[in-house]
């Protein structure tokens, strides 16, 4: 079964105008430590004039991304994340080895935990390794007699930033989109999975469908036997449909005793030959009813879903409650 997360964490806009005011506040906050870190005491080798020309690019970069927000591009944001890298060496650099360079360098752990905390893996260690070479670049330039140690403790420090704040984020970003109970992807997984779907299917021009499973009579479990009767059957149906779904479909929990399922390049023939194997696959006990729909090639996510829901809706008027088999007298 494929995870409703991947690499793609561009999700909603909501999340994107986040990600682009996050890095505009560090660009604001690096400008403005960096003009008064030239007000304050510093080395005589540092040059003030070409260091503050340098960073003086961080305001308008700031006032670009709180202007865009959601609509800034993927590509412009990695732009700008390394426009930053480029803009502390510079400083790095124009510090000439004193006391201000190399406090500059600390403002590169920044990318690192910009990187890691909100963009992909892939694109958190392109910028890394972006930031490694820059930085022993500059030091090399410095031609320092230091410069290696210094490279090996600003590097180090990068490289377990990363690491924890990539390892933090994963786990909260996999609990963000996971259901508890099931262990399934949740209502918000399925949220980001359907337009990218959608729009996997209109780029190649495939089929695809969902289905809306809900179960029958699951009220009546939870007033009769208790909440935990009903967890453990809703467990049960879980693990049933994680384990029978084919490789590419994805089935979530929706919400209660509702369950949705994804099934790319799928038309309604196909469609229907999962559904009746899924029904073999669930406990004698329970009963269910779904509710499916293809897309029609111009529809939406919402549209779709919609479709899926007056499908189910018709389904369950249709079908009457299996009645519960009875269980067994102990011997």
């Keep these: 079964m494929l995870w409703c997360m991947g690499e793609d964490r561009w999700g909603s806009a909501r999340e994107r105008r986040h990600q682009a005011h996050a890095l505009a506040l560090l660009f604001a906050a690096g400008t403005t430590i960096g003009y008064l870190g030239l007000l304050l005491p510093r080395g005589p080798e540092t040059l003030v004039a070409q260091t503050a020309a340098a960073i003086s690019l961080g305001y308008p970069t700031a006032a670009i991304l709180l202007v865009l927000g959601e609509r800034t591009p993927r590509w412009l944001l990695n732009v700008f994340l390394a426009g930053g890298t480029l803009i502390v060496t510079v400083g790095v650099y124009l510090g000439r080895g004193g006391p201000t360079g190399t406090a500059s360098a600390v403002i590169l752990v920044w990318v690192a935990l910009y990187a890691f905390g909100f963009l992909s893996v892939r694109e958190g260690m392109a910028h890394l390794g972006f930031v490694l070479t820059a930085y022993a670049v500059v030091l090399v330039l410095q031609e320092g007699p230091a410069y290696p140690a210094q490279w090996l403790v600003v590097g180090g420090t990068l490289v377990v930033a990363a690491v924890v704040v990539g390892s933090r984020n994963r786990q909260i970003e996999h609990l963000a989109v996971t259901d508890v109970l099931t262990g399934l992807p949740n209502r918000r997984a399925w949220q980001d999975l359907i337009p990218r779907e959608l729009a996997r299917a209109r780029r190649y021009g495939r089929p695809l469908c969902v289905a809306v499973l809900d179960l029958d009579g699951f009220k009546q479990v939870n007033d009769e036997r208790g909440h935990h009767a009903g967890d453990a059957v809703l467990a049960d149906v879980a693990r049933r449909l994680g384990a029978a779904v084919r490789k590419g479909d994805v089935v979530c929990r929706y919400g209660g005793d509702e369950f949705a399922l994804v099934m790319p390049d799928t038309g309604m023939e196909e469609c229907g030959g999962v559904v009746d194997r899924l029904r073999t696959v669930m406990p004698p006990q329970v009963a269910f009813s779904f509710g499916v729909a293809c897309w029609d090639g111009e529809e939406d996510a919402e549209a779709l879903l919609e479709r ?24």
Excluded: G, I, Q, T
Excluded at 313 to 323: D, L, W
């Design 308 to 331: 899926a829901d007056r499908e189910l809706y018709r389904a369950k008027a249709a079908r009457a409650v299996r009645p519960e088999r009875p269980e067994p007298e102990p011997v």
